[in-house]
Structure formats: structure tokens, C-alpha cells
């Protein structure tokens, strides 16, 4: 039987194809509207006022991950499991606990955002007056104080979709206020404004859907369940801490890429890799649909012990993750120095060497994406904390040396070691651990 044929009577691998189509399909429209914003906004603000403005969103959302217990993988991991087994009293228990607690993060990560604006202000943005700016931005973790939450929601009951049509939605809506912003001339406060209301306009809409669909799963008084009814406390919480630390270590030593620039660096320098970094990001444009539907049955082959047919699977995924991820990857290596020019201008080319040195990494990672979630399901996520730290560490260190040294194409080179060395190895243990 060939390989086409195989995966058409795959029912499984169907079903997460079919789901997967339909948030590429808004993620793709998404997608468009974000060049076109991307486009206007570097024009319009140039390198020195796009850094500034990256500087400020980047570290209201590194100040909230670090922070946060990563709810979606929780409600997930267990939440999936109870409604899978009809216990809906633990479900509605497990979904109250996780959004209470996320909330309480969100405010703390709010207020810690406020009150160290002054030093952000000094640090990274390196130019008076702007703290104000944080703190301002800082409102978008309000909005999106259940987001964590209503995704793994949205996953469990296989309506992730929503995820999809939401994101275009806010995208449409930003885009307008942009386009406005760069034909009138607007400044760099308005185009604050737009990416503000963005976030809020997702993170309520979440939040709405998720409450309608736990409504349809477990009935209209779920919220009512105690706390109590939760046998296992012990086990979520040291899932949910765990979740933590691994996010936490991510996000200073991975996803925090522009605040780090900013430190070693400047504000221009800010804005070449912010370009070279958005540009490699659109390869998650594919990816993302993928991870949202594939955790979900990942776990769901776990907890059925169906281990022949969770090996099939994840072969299945990764090869078609690493069929379109190399030609994607060879061609923004290819054609880089056209797409800078089309999407920023000429005045951004400075970004390319950064740009080769992060496709590298970003191509071996959404071939792997599987890597931290087939871990988290097997009960082992105490493995990415030591991963991700130990690479981490290691990756830190090199930074005080490579980027005074190398510029963006250090930090570029550093980003990619990482996700090679980390990735490389937590597939590598989830795969030994379920043979």
C-alpha cells in the first residue's frame, strides 16, 4: 500500500488533517493581513521606532509567560482525559482551578509589568520617557486573563477551530487601524493602540467561546463544582508547576530573543532582528495548526496505551512536517534578501545573515514540534525543565561573548544552537521512552 493511501484510510491522521486544514486556512488569511501590517508598521516607524515598539510588547508577554502555568496543557492533559472517560465532575473541577488560577497570574503579571516599567524603560528600551508605554500595553494582559485556559477548552471538545476564526477577526480589525496609521501618518502610539486592542479582542473572544463550549460539554452550572472534587491535587499541581518552570526557562532563554538584542545591543539593532525573526516565524503559520491537534490525540493514544499506532502517527507527522518545512526554509534562504526588500524596504537588509542563521533552527524545530508534548503526556515533564535549562545555560553564556561580538547574527546563531540541541534531544527521549 503506498504512503498516499495509507494516510488516507488513517482515520486519525484524517481527523487531525481535517482540523488542522481549517485553522490554516484562517491562519493563512491571518497571515496576509500580518505582512501587510508588518510592512506598514516597519516603514512607518522605521528600525530605531520598531524596536522600541517590539522592546515594549515582548516584555509584557515575557513577564506573563514567566509567570504562567501554561493552563492549555493542563486542561489538556487532564481535562481530555476526564471528559474522555465521562467524569465530568473532575472535568468541571480541573476547568474552574485552571482559569481562577490563571486569572490570579494575569493580575500579578500585570501589576509586576507596571511597577517595573522604569526599569524597562533603562534596560532595554534605552530612552527616557517611554515607560509609560509598558504600562499601557500591559492592559493586554487583563484581556486575556482566561486565553491559556479556553485553548486547551477549545482543544479537548475538537473546536479549536474558533482559534482560527478569532485570530482572523482581530487581525481583519488591526489591519485597518494600521493601514489608517501609515496613510495619515500616525505614530508609533497609535500602532501601540492597534496591537493592544488586537489582544484584547482575542483574548475575550476565547474566553466567551471556551465558556460556550464547556457549557454544551458539562452543563450550565460546571462552575458550581468544588475544588474538592479533584482526587489527584498533588499530581496536577506538580504538572502545573513543572509546566511552569519548563515555560519559564523557554521564555528567558528562547522566546525572549529581542529583549536580550536590547540589552547587548540597541534599539536598531532591535529592529533588524524583529524583521529577520518575523520573517522566519511564518513558518509556524503551518506548524501551529498542527500542534493545536495533535496534543490532544497524542494524549488521547497515551492514555489507550495504543503504542504501535502512536508510533505510526508521529512518523506520519513528521514527515509531512519536514517535506514542507525544508521548502519553506530553502526558500526564504533563497530568496531572503527579495522578501526583506518587499516586506520592510531596502533599509532592513541588514537582517538577512540573521535571518539564514535563524531559519536553521526554526526549520528543525517545526519538524519536531511534537517533542515537548509527547514528553508532557508520558508523565514526564520534569524532562524539558532539565533540557531546556541545561541548553539554557550553556546558550546564555555564549551570549555575553557572540552578540557584543557578532551583532544579530550571534544571537541568531545562539537561537538556533538551542532549539538543534534541545529539541534534538526531548524527541529523542520521547521516542525511547515509548518504544
Known sequence: MSLLSRVKSDPLFTRVLRSSAHLFTSNTLSLGLSVIQGALVARLLAPEGLGLLKVVMVYASTI????????????????????AKGEKERASAL??????????VSMLAFLIVVFSAGLAERYFAKTSGVAWMFSFYA?????????ETSTGILQVTDRIKWQGTLNLAQSV?????????????????????????????????????????????????????????????????????SSNISATIIKIFRESELLWVAFFLTKTAVGYYSIAYTLVSFLAVPADPLISTTFPEINRLIVEKAWPRLRDFLRKITALSFAYNLALGLGLILLGRWVIIIYSGEEYLAAYPALIALTVGLVFNYTLFWNRPLLLSLGLPEIPIYVTLTVGLIKLGLAFWLIPQFG??????????YYISSVGIMAWRGVQEIK
Open 139 to 147: 492592559f493586554g494582559l487583563l484581556a486575556n486573563f482566561n486565553t
Open 173 to 241: 480589525i488591526t489591519s485597518l487601524i494600521i493601514v489608517a496609521a501609515y496613510i495619515w501618518s500616525g505614530t508609533l502610539q497609535i500602532v501601540l493602540v492597534a496591537y493592544l486592542l488586537s489582544k484584547t479582542i482575542l483574548g475575550l473572544g476565547l474566553f466567551i467561546t471556551a465558556q460556550l463550549q464547556l457549557h454544551r460539554a458539562l452543563g450550565g452550572g460546571w462552575w458550581k463544582q468544588p475544588l474538592t472534587s479533584l482526587t489527584s491535587p498533588r499530581e496536577l499541581i506538580r504538572f502545573a508547576v
Open 95 to 104: 476547568m474552574k482551578a485552571a482559569g481562577l488560577t490563571e486569572a490570579a
Open 408 to 417: 544579530i547574527v550571534g544571537a541568531g546563531v545562539l537561537l538556533s544552537f
Open 64 to 83: 506573563n509567560s514567566i509567570l504562567s502555568f501554561r493552563m492549555s496543557e493542563l486542561v489538556v492533559r487532564y481535562g481530555g482525559e476526564y471528559l
